[in-house]
């Protein structure tokens, strides 16, 4: 079956605009989570959606982040007012369900959306 | 807080050899998950393994094995008889469980292993 795909697959931005990034996670799939990769590093949690809900926001670095999974499915990321060190990799992964006090599911990643701020 | 440390940034070997990557990790919880994953060029990670606080057995797929030893905090990958492969990046990550949402992970910075032919 289709995994989890993300677009758009790159993106180049300026300094101060807005972008949105989307991720489609497998069907089915309740839990989905935003993570950030900068160069070098290991991917730093930003927010988890169990549903429509935000269950978990507390990696989200500012307010400038927002993200919404509307009907439960697809989700959106936006960053206003971009910054030049908002440039990372954008990893969307889901899994079938992550109750709290339970054991976590096999979450399944994106490629990723490669956001470039001039 | 929780933290997962690999301190090797990158290993290079010739195929065929055995190699392990190092993970170390710091959490409070008692209930945790410990995991694998790998990271190859094009850029998707690809889960490799879970282990629970609980399970300290060893596990053997493969030519991959992994040994936890909750004594020292380390959950240790080796792959024997690397094959080229096998180059990509490798990250350890953690979620405990109870002190926060189960499945948000703590990535460790990865090791970048080159099997060179």
Redesign the interface.
């Known amino acids: 079956g289709a995994g989890v795909s993300q677009t758009p697959s790159n993106k180049v931005t300026e300094k101060g605009k807005y972008v949105e990034l989307r991720c489609d996670p497998i069907s089915g799939h309740t839990?989905l989570?935003w993570?950030r990769q900068s160069l070098?590093?290991?991917?730093?949690?930003l927010i988890?959606f169990?549903g429509t809900g935000a269950?978990?926001d507390s990696?989200l670095p500012n307010d400038r982040f927002f993200a919404v999974r509307p009907e439960g499915s697809v989700s959106t990321l936006k960053i206003q007012r971009t910054e030049r060190g908002d440039s990372a990799?954008y990893?969307c992964?889901s899994?079938l369900n992550?109750?709290?006090?339970?054991?976590?599911?096999?979450?399944?990643?994106?490629?990723?959306t490669r956001l470039t701020v001039l | 807080a929780q933290k997962v440390t690999q301190a090797q940034t990158e290993i290079s070997v010739v195929e065929k050899e055995d190699v392990t990557l190092d993970c170390v990790y710091e959490t409070r919880d008692t209930t945790y998950y410990l995991f694998w994953y790998k990271q190859p060029p094009s850029g998707e990670l690809v889960f490799l393994i879970r282990r629970n606080s609980f399970d300290e057995q060893n596990e053997i797929s493969g030519r991959y094995s992994w040994n936890f030893q909750k004594s020292t905090s380390s959950f240790n990958f080796t792959i024997t008889a690397s094959q080229v492969v096998d180059s990509a990046v490798y990250f350890c990550a953690l979620s405990e469980v109870y002190n926060t949402n189960a499945g948000k992970s703590t990535f460790g910075d990865g090791t970048t292993l080159t099997v060179k032919p």
């Open positions: 839990a989570y993570y070098g590093q290991g991917p730093e949690f988890y169990q269950a978990d990696g990799v990893l992964a899994s992550s109750p709290r006090g339970g054991p976590p599911d096999t979450q399944y990643f994106g490629p990723g």
